[in-house]
């Protein structure tokens, strides 16, 4: 799996050396606390984007600044790698000559590197998280992650604030597509994939980045599901569904973290020793370095308002905390603050100590401490040759590759789908056509079908995205309007030369009528009608609503077009699942595409046509109901459950036949560990005795494809309301049409560890009749003390 490596190769952070204790021993308080700040580019950059050498040298004397972030651009178009590096090479310098510092220590520079390199102009961007998420593909996530890696780095940028590991267990919440989706176990294993693939071995690998496992924790469960409302959350829910994919991440070797904008239950997280120090330091044992989110130390003086001013804001988070930077960014109170709380003995110097040999021991791991040779200089001018070279294509093959695996059917009544591209021989996937009738003519429409920038989100090359409906900063980046592919072309790619595809709006992102009398004026004329629907790009706060349906004139306007009785096939274009009431019924067949990148109307387009098989699976529940904002799968079993699409569904063009469950091992005492309960005898499990399962799968046809097969454990009855059920393993396996593939999976007692009625994390597993679940397939088993 993933590259060369074994598991126990990747680095990882871990105790602090001797040489970097003495260098903290050595400085001054200033200097100290100058590598605990992150400032913002914009305090040293002019207007134009140009470098202002004045105000680096300012911050390089006066505050020993240690950090700063976000996207370097001129006008709202971002620099390329070589221009990055530049600008942050002369960044090291002026710091570096000006100081009379102790020890001359470079700053780190960090990059929201959430979907590719997209805060650097012509970088690979990839398929949102929600999109990796719903390939259930680790290999894939981990590639992306390599490629971003090395892009990144190219830049002379070391860190990147990525993988993004909420669970969103509220769907109204506007960051629902920038992590991997609802489940623990999914986020664990993808997560993981990712973490190895920004930061491999990073202690020696130049071509690697520090990753950051954000945002620690419950961030994605705003009760409201407005960005950065409060939640109220018990701690077994925080131990049993959020806590686990960070843990592996931690177990994964992430080198930084960072802490969530929320508060739980009162208390914010960034002045929580609850969750800062005892949780993530004492039990998870997370020895990186840790960064709070976005001004977030100031914020419990002017949001939260459990600080009466700005320096009881700091002196809060820093002794209550382990907090070691904070992202201040666009001012030096944060610095003035804690070097008084130093002077007046509020806190400790011991305390500074500890957060400036995690910084230290970072930047010294990532090769930023060999400053006599200038590393940084020669690896990025090494590494831009490598990402100029030839192999941009076969990066790009890799982000088209994620959208095809992402893209996720949910809906195909009488097989409309393939189309039948009638006279297009050998372009169907697999020889094979489709069963529906030969299609002549494509009416497409639909706001997001002939765009950019819906399919791609957020976090591209700016921060609220590249978008002409909201965002006023440039969109002339030829990192994006030169590449990409819409979905009308994508179409058009696809669709054999002689189908007719015409083009009309109809509507626009808001539901107003922009040509809708057009569209029913023409309808006639045309076989189908593909209708490209969803949201605006956003993220963060200016992604909030109010309603999670699909604004009003969006499902008006489908339903006007049901009228005509022409099949329409749709397209969801969302970062999160809106409600789309009528539109299910209307629609003879439902993609979700999610936000598929740039390259995802290329992706579309196959699937459409049956060059490619979709493979995705729903990383989420998507809820019918426009009240149902708190739908996870994984719900305790007696709650009302109606969702519109469970987490996990998603059709293919192929049939997929599961055969019986098998155990393969036998016990120690070399029999098969039937226990007899009553008339029924059960095989067992226990701490002593896993199971391996198998499971034959066969692809019935008519074309090859992908298959995601999970294995999800339920317990009937249990000292405390029990989940549903619960991912505990999933392969993804290619099946040629008429194949079948024997799928193995581990089954162990500690699976079902929950945290009981003593509150004892994942402390209790209560004795009795377990299932195994693999698709319609049921093992039961006697669960043993
Ligand atoms: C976001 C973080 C991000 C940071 C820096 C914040 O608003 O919550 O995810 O890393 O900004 O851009």
Same mark, same amino acid.
């Given at each position: 799996?993933?590259?060369?490596?074994?598991?126990?190769? =990747?680095?990882?952070?871990?105790?602090?050396?001797?040489?970097?204790?003495?260098?903290?021993?050595?400085?001054?308080?200033?200097?100290?606390?100058?590598?605990?700040?992150?400032?913002?580019?914009?305090?040293?950059?002019?207007?134009?984007?140009?470098?202002?050498?004045?105000?680096?040298?300012?911050?390089?004397?006066?505050?020993?600044?240690? +950090?700063?972030?976000?996207?370097?651009?001129?006008?709202?178009?971002?620099?390329?790698? *070589?221009?990055?590096?530049?600008?942050?090479?002369?960044?090291?310098?002026?710091?570096?000559?000006?100081?009379?510092?102790?020890?001359?220590?470079?700053?780190?520079?960090?990059?929201?590197?959430?979907?590719?390199? $997209?805060?650097?102009?012509?970088?690979?961007?990839?398929?949102?998280?929600?999109?990796?998420?719903?390939?259930?593909?680790?290999?894939?996530?981990? #590639?992306?992650?390599?490629? &971003?890696?090395?892009?990144?780095?190219?830049?002379?940028?070391?860190?990147?604030?990525?993988?993004?590991?909420?669970?969103?267990?509220?769907?109204?919440?506007?960051?629902?597509?920038?992590?991997? !989706?609802?489940?623990?176990?999914?986020?664990?294993?993808?997560?993981?994939?990712?973490? $190895?693939?920004?930061?491999?071995?990073?202690?020696?690998?130049?071509?690697?980045?520090? @990753?950051?496992?954000?945002?620690?924790?419950?961030?994605?469960?705003?009760?409201?599901?407005?960005?950065?409302?409060?939640?109220?959350? +018990?701690?077994?829910?925080?131990?049993?569904?959020?806590?686990?994919?960070?843990?592996?991440?931690?177990?994964?070797?992430?080198?930084?973290?960072?802490? @969530?904008?929320?508060?739980?239950?009162?208390?914010?997280?960034?002045?929580? +020793?609850?969750?800062?120090?005892?949780?993530?330091?004492?039990?998870?044992?997370?020895?990186?370095?840790?960064?709070?989110?976005?001004? #977030?130390?100031?914020?419990?003086?002017? &949001? $939260?308002?459990?600080?009466?001013?700005?320096?009881?804001?700091?002196? /809060?988070?820093?002794?209550? *905390?382990?907090?070691?930077?904070?992202?201040?960014?666009?001012? *030096?109170?944060?610095?003035?603050?804690?070097?008084?709380?130093?002077?007046?003995?509020?806190?400790?110097?011991?305390?500074?100590?500890?957060?400036?040999?995690?910084?230290?021991?970072?930047?010294?791991?990532?090769?930023? /401490?060999?400053?006599?040779?200038?590393?940084?200089?020669?690896?990025?001018?090494?590494?831009?040759?490598?990402?100029?070279?030839?192999?941009?294509?076969?990066?790009?093959?890799?982000?088209?590759?994620?959208?095809?695996?992402?893209?996720?059917?949910?809906?195909?009544?009488?097989?409309?789908?393939?189309?039948?591209?009638?006279?297009?021989?050998?372009?169907?996937?697999?020889?094979? +056509?489709?069963?529906?009738?030969?299609?002549?003519?494509?009416?497409?429409?639909?706001?997001?079908?002939?765009? /950019?920038?819906?399919?791609?989100?957020?976090?591209?090359?700016?921060?609220?995205?590249?978008?002409?409906?909201?965002?006023?900063?440039?969109?002339?980046?030829?990192?994006?309007?030169?590449?990409?592919?819409?979905?009308?072309?994508?179409?058009?790619?696809?669709?054999?030369?002689?189908?007719?595809?015409? =083009?009309?709006?109809?509507?626009?992102?808001?539901?107003?009528?922009?040509?809708?009398?057009?569209?029913?004026?023409?309808?006639?004329?045309?076989?189908?009608?593909? @209708?490209?629907?969803?949201?605006?790009?956003?993220?963060?706060?200016?992604?909030?609503? $109010?309603?999670?349906?699909?604004?009003?004139?969006?499902?008006?306007?489908?339903?006007?077009?049901?009228?005509?009785?022409?099949?329409?096939?749709?397209?969801?274009?969302?970062?999160?699942?809106?409600?789309?009431?009528?539109?299910?019924?209307?629609?003879?067949?439902?993609?979700?595409?999610?936000?598929?990148?740039?390259?995802?109307?290329?992706?579309?387009?196959?699937?459409?046509?049956?060059?490619?098989?979709?493979?995705?699976?729903?990383?989420?529940?998507?809820?019918?109901?426009?009240?149902?904002?708190?739908?996870?799968?994984?719900?305790?079993?007696?709650?009302?459950?109606?969702?519109?699409?469970?987490?996990?569904?998603?059709?293919?063009?192929?049939?997929?036949?599961?055969?019986?469950?098998?155990?393969?091992?036998? &016990?120690?005492? !070399?029999?098969?560990?039937?226990?007899?309960?009553?008339?029924?005898?059960?095989?067992?499990?226990?701490?002593?005795?896993?199971?391996?399962?198998?499971?034959?799968?066969?692809?019935?046809?008519?074309?090859?494809?992908?298959?995601?097969?999970?294995?999800?454990?339920?317990?009937? =009855?249990?000292?405390?309301?029990?989940?549903?059920?619960?991912?505990?393993?999933?392969?993804?396996?290619?099946?040629?049409?008429?194949?079948?593939?024997?799928?193995?999976?581990?089954?162990?007692?500690?699976?079902?560890?929950?945290?009981?009625?003593?509150?004892?994390?994942?402390?209790?597993?209560?004795?009795?009749?377990?299932?195994?679940?693999?698709?319609?397939?049921?093992?039961?088993?006697?669960?043993?003390?």
């Amino acid at each position: 799996m993933y590259g060369e490596l074994e598991e126990s190769e =990747y680095d990882r952070p871990g105790e602090i050396d001797d040489d970097i204790k003495i260098m903290v021993r050595l400085m001054t308080i200033r200097e100290k606390i100058g590598q605990m700040t992150q400032l913002n580019q914009d305090l040293i950059l002019t207007k134009d984007g140009e470098l202002n050498t004045t105000a680096v040298e300012y911050y390089a004397k006066n505050y020993h600044v240690g +950090s700063y972030l976000n996207q370097l651009s001129s006008n709202g178009v971002n620099y390329n790698h *070589t221009a990055y590096a530049s600008i942050l090479n002369n960044i090291q310098q002026i710091s570096l000559s000006v100081s009379n510092d102790t020890f001359k220590i470079p700053i780190i520079y960090g990059l929201d590197h959430i979907h590719g390199a $997209h805060y650097i102009a012509n970088s690979t961007l990839f398929p949102q998280g929600i999109n990796m998420a719903a390939t259930f593909n680790p290999q894939l996530v981990y #590639e992306a992650a390599s490629i &971003t890696a090395m892009e990144t780095r190219a830049a002379g940028v070391h860190w990147t604030f990525a993988p993004v590991l909420d669970i969103p267990m509220n769907k109204q919440w506007p960051r629902v597509f920038e992590n991997f !989706g609802e489940d623990p176990y999914l986020s664990s294993v993808l997560g993981k994939a990712a973490i $190895h693939g920004y930061q491999g071995k990073y202690k020696t690998d130049r071509s690697k980045v520090a @990753a950051c496992m954000k945002h620690f924790i419950a961030y994605g469960d705003p009760w409201s599901g407005q960005d950065r409302d409060s939640t109220v959350i +018990s701690d077994r829910t925080i131990y049993d569904y959020l806590v686990p994919n960070f843990q592996t991440a931690i177990d994964s070797g992430v080198a930084t973290a960072m802490e @969530a904008y929320i508060d739980i239950n009162g208390e914010p997280v960034v002045a929580s +020793s609850k969750y800062l120090q005892q949780l993530l330091r004492d039990e998870m044992k997370f020895k990186g370095m840790l960064v709070t989110d976005w001004a #977030e130390i100031q914020h419990l003086y002017t &949001t $939260h308002k459990v600080a009466s001013s700005h320096k009881e804001a700091v002196r /809060l988070a820093i002794h209550s *905390t382990s907090i070691d930077m904070s992202m201040v960014p666009s001012d *030096t109170t944060f610095f003035d603050s804690l070097v008084a709380l130093v002077e007046e003995g509020l806190i400790s110097e011991q305390r500074i100590d500890e957060s400036a040999e995690r910084l230290l021991q970072l930047k010294k791991d990532l090769g930023l /401490l060999d400053v006599d040779n200038e590393g940084w200089k020669v690896e990025s001018t090494l590494l831009q040759q490598v990402v100029d070279s030839e192999q941009k294509n076969g990066r790009q093959q890799t982000s088209i590759d994620a959208a095809r695996q992402s893209i996720t059917l949910l809906k195909n009544n009488d097989n409309i789908l393939p189309f039948n591209n009638n006279n297009n021989n050998g372009n169907n996937n697999n020889g094979n +056509s489709s069963n529906s009738q030969p299609i002549k003519s494509i009416l497409v429409i639909g706001p997001s079908a002939n765009d /950019l920038s819906h399919p791609s989100g957020a976090w591209t090359i700016q921060w609220q995205g590249a978008t002409v409906d909201r965002w006023h900063g440039s969109v002339e980046d030829d990192q994006f309007y030169s590449q990409g592919v819409t979905i009308l072309e994508g179409i058009r790619q696809s669709a054999s030369p002689d189908i007719q595809v015409r =083009y009309i709006e109809g509507f626009d992102i808001d539901g107003n009528n922009t040509s809708m009398d057009e569209v029913l004026d023409v309808i006639k004329d045309y076989d189908v009608v593909v @209708a490209a629907i969803g949201e605006h790009v956003y993220t963060e706060v200016p992604g909030n609503i $109010h309603d999670t349906r699909l604004p009003a004139g969006q499902i008006k306007s489908i339903e006007m077009i049901a009228e005509s009785g022409k099949p329409i096939v749709t397209i969801l274009v969302e970062g999160r699942p809106r409600i789309l009431e009528s539109i299910v019924d209307h629609s003879s067949a439902i993609l979700q595409a999610y936000l598929p990148g740039p390259w995802g109307g290329q992706a579309i387009g196959e699937i459409l046509f049956g060059l490619v098989n979709p493979s995705g699976r729903l990383p989420y529940t998507y809820p019918k109901h426009a009240g149902d904002l708190m739908l996870n799968y994984w719900h305790p079993v007696n709650d009302v459950w109606d969702p519109l699409y469970e987490f996990g569904h998603g059709l293919s063009y192929s049939k997929f036949a599961y055969g019986n469950i098998s155990i393969v091992n036998k &016990t120690d005492n !070399g029999d098969n560990g039937i226990i007899s309960q009553g008339d029924v005898k059960y095989p067992i499990l226990s701490a002593t005795q896993p199971r391996t399962i198998t499971i034959p799968v066969t692809n019935q046809g008519p074309f090859d494809g992908y298959e995601t097969v999970m294995m999800y454990i339920q317990q009937p =009855y249990r000292r405390l309301t029990p989940p549903a059920k619960l991912l505990k393993g999933f392969h993804k396996v290619f099946l040629e049409s008429g194949s079948t593939h024997i799928v193995k999976f581990d089954v162990t007692a500690d699976m079902f560890a929950y945290t009981g009625i003593d509150n004892i994390p994942h402390g209790t597993i209560d004795p009795g009749l377990v299932h195994v679940l693999v698709h319609d397939r049921k093992l039961e088993l006697q669960l043993l003390d």
